[in-house]
């Protein structure tokens, strides 16, 4: 038993080192894998087969139209330029001296919106940059505020998110995206309010020890062949894979309404359409928005749902699937509607459902990965010790769900994939023994979804490596205020909402 332990915590060490140095988890979990199998004695090719490959296969099929549709949408928001159009109204609204604040609106607008994390990432930076140089705001803190904007509240605390790490507890806990919205309110505000207050503190003292926006800290030159170097050109720290596209940003000029601009990023010509005006932007947002809504809170439960106790649909419950079924269909009506609005210009369209098609396999395919690692690990006899551990930590079925999924979430470096692991191995248990307790399920969706999105922003992250590629920047350099606005700030988050719940239960 002890050498199954042993096996389990070389595993967990062997991934996280393999996902920090760079490989794929889709590699990196299998080999994690049989680590574990070797150190418990259990066999290597029927474990592989028959619990890692249908646990990778179970999260894809549950999860694969939101990675798909989240996806698209995120790249047809960008061809038709309303991603920009949006990002340039929320600063005249706000003010570009405002520009830690327009950054993390901005990208929390279009994460709660349905775009893509990812997507919303590579659309933000070329803008971020340009703000914060007219601000005068180091470099550094870009990561940073982008992050807060897109790997914090609107992914897991704001009630209705459409993202999956807000889908994944109704899997388990038969809850809706817009479970114990009192509660989401709150935690948004503590990791809002804290993360704009750290940044604001931040700059401030970054801007006193006479650091500006074109210092760069540890600055000296990447390799003249490093990815994205000109001939005979170099790449400085500060200019990532979105440089280019900020540099074209501010060189752009505005043509004419309806017009076709054509921007220069990476030396590749790209079309993109210009918004007819400043309100069409945002009608696909407000479509997801609205359309999840009305179908979680009146569509869903006015119809009569009794033929999914037929044998061919396996007796689900409405409650499992009202979550992912809601999110699903408002996408769909967003990208109709984004398609009904530019149908005379449809052809250029297809671009974004070919690159969206291919953007959503590496996402998924990785998570469900990790998925398939945490069930092999739940299967050797020695994880029943670990399980028990877990357990007897808290007492109390909140406490358990959030401690559970928070060091699952910190091992994968995935809320999502983190999540499903420790949901997976303990959601029965944790269920019934919120049944016994009388604990909120409702209160157990929101807090475990925000524990999730805590520890998963450790340095092996891989959200945090593709931040800090894309910003061109260094652990280093920008981990600092990225650890402070997506982990201190929901930690506290998620203790200040237990201690609500304690006091006057879930709302």
Request: charged share 10%; net charge neutral; aromatic share 8%.
């Amino acid at each position: 038993m002890l050498l199954g332990i042993v096996g389990i915590i070389l595993s967990l060490a062997l991934l996280i080192t393999l996902a920090y140095r760079g490989m794929p988890v889709v590699i990196a979990a299998p080999i994690a894998s049989v680590v574990a199998l070797v150190f418990s004695g259990a066999p290597i090719l029927a474990s592989y087969t028959e619990i890692f490959m249908p646990a990778l296969a179970g999260f894809v099929a549950s999860y694969f139209p939101v990675f798909l549709l989240g996806a698209i949408f995120g790249l047809l928001m960008t061809t038709t330029g309303y991603a920009e159009s949006i990002a340039r109204s929320v600063t005249r609204w706000i003010g570009a001296r405002n520009a830690l604040l327009a950054t993390v609106l901005t990208s929390a607008l279009m994460t709660y919106g349905g775009i893509s994390l990812f997507v919303v990432a590579f659309v933000m930076f070329p803008l971020a940059r340009e703000l914060f140089r007219v601000a005068d705001i180091p470099k550094r803190l870009i990561p940073g505020t982008i992050a807060l904007g897109i790997f914090t509240f609107t992914m897991t605390a704001l009630p209705g998110s459409p993202q999956v790490q807000n889908i994944i507890p109704g899997q388990f806990f038969g809850t809706g995206t817009f479970a114990a919205p009192g509660l989401g309110l709150i935690g948004t505000v503590i990791i809002l309010g804290g993360g704009m207050l750290w940044l604001e503190y931040r700059r401030k003292s970054l801007i006193a020890k006479g650091e500006h926006f074109a210092d760069a800290p540890d600055a000296g030159v990447l390799a003249a062949a490093a990815p994205g170097a000109g001939s005979g050109g170099i790449r400085r720290r500060g200019d990532g894979p979105g440089a280019a596209a900020a540099t074209a940003e501010r060189e752009r000029h505005d043509g004419e309404t309806g017009s076709w601009n054509e921007t220069s990023s990476g030396g590749t010509a790209a079309m993109a359409l210009t918004p007819s005006n400043r309100v069409v932007p945002f009608l696909p947002l407000l479509a997801v928005i609205a359309v999840n809504f009305t179908c979680t809170l009146l569509v869903f439960p006015a119809l009569d749902w009794g033929y999914l106790q037929e044998e061919r649909f396996g007796g689900v419950e409405l409650s499992t699937r009202a979550g992912i079924w809601a999110v699903v269909i408002a996408l769909v009506v967003a990208i109709l509607l984004i398609m009904a609005i530019n149908v005379r210009r449809i052809g250029s369209l297809k671009q974004g459902f070919s690159e969206g098609v291919k953007g959503s396999m590496l996402p998924i395919f990785s998570t469900a990965s990790e998925v398939g690692y945490g069930a092999v690990v739940a299967s050797v006899a020695a994880f029943a010790v670990v399980r028990d551990a877990v357990f007897n930590l808290g007492g109390n079925a909140l406490v358990t769900s959030v401690l559970s999924t928070s060091v699952t979430a910190a091992i994968t470096g995935s809320s999502s994939g983190g999540m499903t692991i420790a949901l997976n191995a303990f959601g029965s248990d944790l269920n019934a023994m919120a049944i016994e307790q009388g604990a909120s399920a409702e209160a157990m969706h929101r807090l475990t979804a925000i524990a999730a999105g805590g520890l998963d922003t450790l340095p092996h992250s891989g959200a945090v490596v593709t931040l800090l590629l894309v910003c061109g920047m260094t652990h280093r350099q920008s981990y600092k205020d990225i650890a402070m606005v997506t982990i201190v700030f929901p930690i506290m988050a998620v203790a200040v909402l237990l201690g609500i719940v304690a006091l006057f239960g879930a709302f």
